[in-house]
């Protein structure tokens, strides 16, 4: 049987789940896992990562269809695994204070990276639901990880009703997609979508698969969960569900709507993903100017950004996905880098949280505040950033669909949007301090942040690399 | 079709009737002559104080979340035990290694709830 | 088959008058006894419709596992306030004949309007098989063993994260 070699193939995946049974072999066997597993932990997320990115163009389907490597898996891959190390890296510092230095914290991370590597890959509807599950379940218990404080345990219950809601979804979903195909199979859905889509069964069972993800990624009538859960889990554990969570869920959008994007068919859904596009980016602009807590803002602001990013799902064409797939790679490293500057600024009981305590950072911590109004900067989407080109991308994608209002609604919502930004480098630079900060030394929670500022610099000046790459990818 | 499962159906219905004979043939010959006390719930002499329903600690609740974890695993074990026989002969030792990782990763998960004291009574 | 015919009418006797007495019935853990004898019937249905994993599922984890969850965490609750909030909500009621109402029309409506087709196709010849554990082991070990191992790791997760959320002592 050939198909049990394949699994060689897969060398990143291999590598992450070789380490979860090691680390969680180190985690049983010594006391000071806590101190050895970040280490190891970020060793294999590197290593996975620039595996994914080297072999980008060998796109190869394993197992008999049922998992493909290479292409677009590997440029998710790489968003996951760098942007999970650099999330471990903030979180080393950031755990130890708030006395929730366990190692299965770590362990829990490995496993919820496998599981998106294993949504991004799959091409089964089987290999979509294990993988969903793997990293929402890792997810729901990373919220809730530090249970001495009221706020964690709340996001966690809520992320984990609302979550488990929107997997009952998808389950239906795909329960009439398979009643309706006979097959799980991704790629013969997407080669009989054609046919398939004028059965009103099918229809449904799309609609509701695609809703599932709607949640997952925090649009907006689905979003009622977003700011309580981003506002009551740990810090770095918010950075990581909204960037690479929201990638994972887009990933999966991505393939079962493949059809669309590449051969031209009609897109059944484009209406609906034009309102929730417009409602997402209103709601989340016009709420987020309201909000005094930083991570409630950056919460209402994911909800904007969601919908940024599904303008490119309305568009329904090659160009489209392209400037998703680079939107999500520009928002993973700079939305990171913001929940990494909010980590060392919070103080050791997340007290310091309102966006008054940032008024004269600059005076106090120069490298801090210059980075933090960088990455204010390009969430805005202000040009040499990388948040510019994605919005670009996804904008110039919808004109060329005909979706010119769009685009519009989606420039008049970026513009509303900086203002809260902008509020930020205002408190910064320009406000005396009023309350009495201290800032504690964390060297590797200012090297997550300075790794993530120079990703977003370097993907902001020079857009056309990884663009070039993402297209180049998107035709096989 | 369902005649092979003719055996069973009889050994569960032999079951079944058996012991409502047995709970009711003691109903049926046995004196009956109820009284207050006697029906009252048996608790060492003493009169019974309070509810029934007893609050439970959590600790069992975490027995029953290892115990569905682990009786999936079974589920799993379970066609591969039926199967085992032509996946062999058909593949050879590929038959065997995914089962070997499933069981060395989920029994990596019982020796680590053994490790961190889960089963532990105290 | 008519030996069918009689288990069936048994079975789903058995089924619909559990799942009546599960939810009619004052004490909780009566309902999970009464639902616990409703997996069984099921289990017997899905015997009829050669479905044997599926049958065996059913027992092991649904009426072994599952049910254990269920009466620890109702052992776990204290049921008496259960009660008076059970009590309160009684508008709650019409709501739910509302909705029963609303799902036995569908459910009528997919059975009167889906006759079966005297012709057995192909695909029908063939779905006769794919409840068997035989066919189920073929597949998932060949054709499905990477989500097979995926589901490994997820039970490992699942193992970790229950044990961090009940267990973890806070130094």
Same mark, same amino acid.
């Given at each position: 049987?050939?198909?049990?070699?394949?699994?060689?193939?897969?060398?990143?995946?291999?590598?992450?789940?070789?380490?979860?049974?090691?680390?969680?072999?180190?985690?049983?066997?010594?006391?000071?896992?806590?101190?050895?597993?970040?280490?190891?932990?970020?060793?294999?997320?590197?290593?996975?990562?620039?595996?994914?990115?080297?072999?980008?163009?060998? @796109?190869?389907?394993?197992?008999?269809?049922?998992?493909?490597?290479?292409?677009?898996?590997?440029?998710? =891959?790489?968003?996951?695994?760098?942007?999970?190390?650099?999330?471990?890296?903030?979180?080393?510092?950031?755990?130890?204070?708030?006395?929730?230095?366990?190692?299965?914290?770590?362990?829990?991370?490995?496993?919820?990276?496998?599981?998106?590597?294993?949504?991004?890959?799959?091409?089964?509807?089987?290999?979509?639901?294990?993988?969903?599950?793997?990293?929402?379940?890792?997810?729901?218990?990373?919220?809730?990880?530090?249970?001495?404080?009221?706020? =964690?345990?709340?996001?966690?219950?809520?992320?984990?009703?609302?979550?488990?809601?929107?997997?009952?979804?998808?389950?239906?979903?795909?329960?009439?997609?398979?009643?309706?195909?006979?097959?799980?199979?991704?790629?013969?859905?997407?080669?009989?979508?054609?046919?398939?889509?004028?059965?009103?069964?099918?229809?449904?069972?799309?609609?509701?698969?695609?809703?599932?993800?709607?949640?997952?990624?925090?649009?907006?009538?689905?979003?009622?969960?977003?700011?309580?859960?981003?506002?009551?889990?740990?810090?770095?554990?918010?950075?990581?569900?909204?960037?690479?969570?929201?990638?994972? +869920?887009?990933?999966?959008?991505?393939?079962?709507?493949?059809?669309?994007?590449?051969? =031209?068919?009609?897109?059944?859904?484009?209406?609906?993903?034009?309102?929730?596009?417009?409602?997402?980016?209103?709601?989340?602009?016009?709420?987020?100017?309201?909000?005094?807590?930083?991570?409630?803002?950056?919460?209402?602001?994911?909800?904007?950004?969601?919908?940024?990013?599904?303008?490119?799902? +309305?568009?329904?064409?090659?160009?489209?996905?392209?400037?998703?797939?680079?939107?999500?790679?520009?928002?993973?490293?700079?939305?990171?880098?913001?929940?990494?500057?909010?980590?060392?600024?919070?103080?050791?009981?997340?007290?310091?949280?309102?966006i008054n305590s940032y008024s004269g950072l600059n005076s106090k911590s120069p490298i801090l505040a210059g980075f933090m109004a960088l990455f204010m900067f390009a969430l805005a989407g202000i040009p040499p950033m990388a948040g510019f080109f994605g919005k670009y991308y996804v904008f110039v994608a919808s004109i060329k669909a005909d979706l010119t209002w769009l685009?519009?609604?989606?420039?008049?919502?970026?513009?509303?949007?900086?203002?809260?930004?902008?509020?930020?480098?205002? @408190?910064?630079?320009?406000?005396?301090?009023?309350?009495?900060?201290?800032?504690?030394?964390?060297?590797?929670?200012?090297?997550?942040?300075?790794?993530?500022?120079?990703?977003?610099?370097?993907?902001?000046?020079?857009?056309?690399?990884?663009?070039?790459?993402?297209?180049?990818?998107?035709?096989? | 079709?369902?005649?092979?499962?003719?055996?069973?159906?009889?050994?569960?219905?032999?079951?079944?009737?058996?012991?409502?004979?047995?709970?009711?043939?003691?109903?049926?010959?046995?004196?009956?002559?109820?009284?207050?006390?006697?029906?009252?719930?048996?608790?060492?002499?003493?009169?019974?104080?309070?509810?029934?329903?007893?609050?439970?600690?959590?600790?069992?609740?975490?027995?029953?979340?290892?115990?569905?974890?682990?009786?999936?695993?079974?589920?799993?074990?379970?066609?591969?035990?039926?199967?085992?026989?032509?996946?062999?002969?058909?593949?050879?030792?590929?038959?065997?290694?995914?089962?070997?990782?499933?069981?060395?990763?989920?029994?990596?998960?019982?020796?680590?709830?053994?490790?961190?004291?889960?089963?532990?009574?105290? | 088959?008519?030996?069918?015919?009689?288990?069936?009418?048994?079975?789903?006797?058995?089924?619909?008058?559990?799942?009546?007495?599960?939810?009619?019935?004052?004490?909780?853990?009566?309902?999970?006894?009464?639902?616990?004898?409703?997996?069984?019937?099921?289990?017997?249905?899905?015997?009829?419709?050669?479905?044997?994993?599926?049958?065996?599922?059913?027992?092991?984890?649904?009426?072994?596992?599952?049910?254990?969850?269920?009466?620890?965490?109702?052992?776990?609750?204290?049921?008496?306030?259960?009660?008076?909030?059970?009590?309160?909500?009684?508008?709650?009621?019409?709501?739910?004949?509302?909705?029963?109402?609303?799902?036995?029309?569908?459910?009528?409506?997919?059975?009167?309007?889906?006759?079966?087709?005297?012709?057995?196709?192909?695909?029908?010849?063939?779905?006769?098989?794919?409840?068997?554990?035989?066919?189920?082991?073929?597949?998932?070990?060949?054709?499905?063993?990477?989500?097979?191992?995926?589901?490994?790791?997820?039970?490992?997760?699942?193992?970790?994260?229950?044990?961090?959320?009940?267990?973890?002592?806070?130094?």
């Amino acid at each position: 049987m050939t198909a049990n070699t394949e699994i060689f193939q897969l060398l990143p995946h291999l590598v992450i789940g070789v380490g979860i049974v090691l680390s969680v072999v180190i985690e049983i066997s010594t006391k000071k896992s806590e101190s050895i597993l970040p280490w190891f932990t970020i060793l294999i997320f590197v290593f996975a990562g620039a595996h994914s990115i080297i072999n980008v163009y060998d @796109y190869q389907i394993l197992f008999g269809g049922m998992y493909a490597i290479g292409g677009v898996t590997a440029i998710f =891959n790489f968003i996951f695994t760098i942007g999970a190390a650099i999330m471990v890296l903030n979180a080393v510092d950031y755990i130890k204070k708030s006395k929730m230095n366990f190692g299965e914290f770590y362990i829990l991370v490995q496993s919820s990276v496998l599981g998106m590597m294993l949504m991004a890959g799959a091409r089964d509807l089987f290999m979509i639901f294990i993988g969903l599950e793997l990293m929402s379940i890792c997810f729901y218990v990373l919220a809730g990880i530090n249970r001495s404080r009221m706020g =964690n345990t709340e996001a966690a219950l809520k992320y984990f009703l609302l979550g488990a809601f929107a997997t009952g979804f998808i389950v239906f979903g795909i329960a009439l997609i398979y009643g309706t195909a006979k097959s799980t199979s991704i790629d013969q859905i997407v080669f009989a979508y054609e046919y398939f889509i004028t059965d009103v069964l099918f229809l449904t069972g799309l609609a509701l698969f695609v809703i599932g993800f709607l949640f997952k990624i925090a649009a907006f009538p689905f979003h009622m969960w977003v700011p309580d859960v981003y506002q009551g889990a740990a810090t770095p554990v918010t950075g990581l569900m909204s960037t690479t969570g929201k990638a994972a +869920a887009f990933s999966v959008l991505i393939i079962i709507l493949s059809a669309v994007f590449t051969q =031209n068919i009609t897109n059944n859904f484009e209406i609906l993903f034009a309102v929730i596009a417009t409602l997402s980016m209103l709601y989340g602009s016009i709420v987020a100017i309201a909000q005094d807590n930083l991570k409630r803002m950056l919460a209402y602001s994911s909800i904007a950004h969601a919908g940024y990013m599904t303008i490119g799902l +309305a568009a329904g064409n090659i160009e489209s996905v392209s400037g998703i797939i680079f939107y999500l790679t520009a928002y993973a490293f700079m939305n990171l880098g913001a929940f990494g500057v909010i980590a060392l600024i919070e103080g050791s009981n997340e007290e310091n949280l309102d966006i008054n305590s940032y008024s004269g950072l600059n005076s106090k911590s120069p490298i801090l505040a210059g980075f933090m109004a960088l990455f204010m900067f390009a969430l805005a989407g202000i040009p040499p950033m990388a948040g510019f080109f994605g919005k670009y991308y996804v904008f110039v994608a919808s004109i060329k669909a005909d979706l010119t209002w769009l685009a519009i609604v989606g420039v008049f919502s970026s513009a509303i949007s900086v203002y809260f930004y902008l509020r930020v480098v205002v @408190y910064m630079y320009f406000k005396d301090s009023t309350s009495s900060i201290i800032i504690k030394n964390s060297f590797t929670g200012l090297l997550a942040v300075i790794i993530s500022g120079l990703l977003v610099l370097v993907f902001g000046i020079l857009p056309d690399t990884l663009f070039s790459i993402i297209t180049s990818v998107l035709s096989y | 079709m369902i005649e092979q499962y003719l055996p069973i159906i009889l050994v569960l219905v032999v079951a079944a009737v058996f012991a409502a004979a047995i709970v009711f043939s003691s109903r049926l010959f046995g004196p009956q002559q109820p009284s207050k006390i006697k029906i009252m719930p048996y608790e060492s002499g003493k009169d019974p104080v309070g509810s029934t329903h007893e609050r439970v600690s959590i600790k069992y609740y975490i027995v029953a979340m290892m115990f569905i974890i682990f009786d999936i695993e079974v589920i799993y074990l379970y066609p591969w035990g039926v199967e085992f026989r032509n996946l062999y002969n058909e593949y050879g030792f590929f038959a065997f290694w995914p089962m070997l990782v499933f069981l060395i990763v989920l029994e990596l998960g019982f020796l680590y709830i053994y490790k961190k004291g889960a089963l532990k009574w105290d | 088959m008519i030996l069918e015919y009689i288990l069936f009418a048994i079975l789903g006797l058995v089924a619909v008058v559990t799942s009546v007495a599960m939810i009619t019935r004052p004490s909780p853990v009566m309902s999970a006894i009464f639902l616990v004898l409703n997996f069984f019937a099921l289990a017997g249905l899905y015997l009829l419709l050669n479905a044997q994993f599926i049958a065996v599922v059913q027992v092991i984890v649904y009426a072994g596992a599952i049910m254990v969850l269920f009466l620890f965490v109702l052992m776990l609750l204290n049921t008496d306030s259960e009660h008076a909030i059970l009590k309160e909500k009684r508008k709650l009621k019409f709501i739910g004949i509302f909705i029963a109402v609303l799902v036995f029309i569908q459910i009528g409506y997919i059975v009167f309007y889906s006759a079966p087709s005297d012709s057995v196709t192909k695909e029908i010849a063939e779905s006769i098989n794919a409840g068997k554990i035989e066919t189920i082991g073929t597949e998932l070990y060949t054709t499905y063993v990477l989500p097979f191992l995926a589901s490994g790791f997820l039970l490992l997760g699942a193992t970790i994260g229950a044990i961090v959320l009940a267990m973890k002592k806070f130094e």
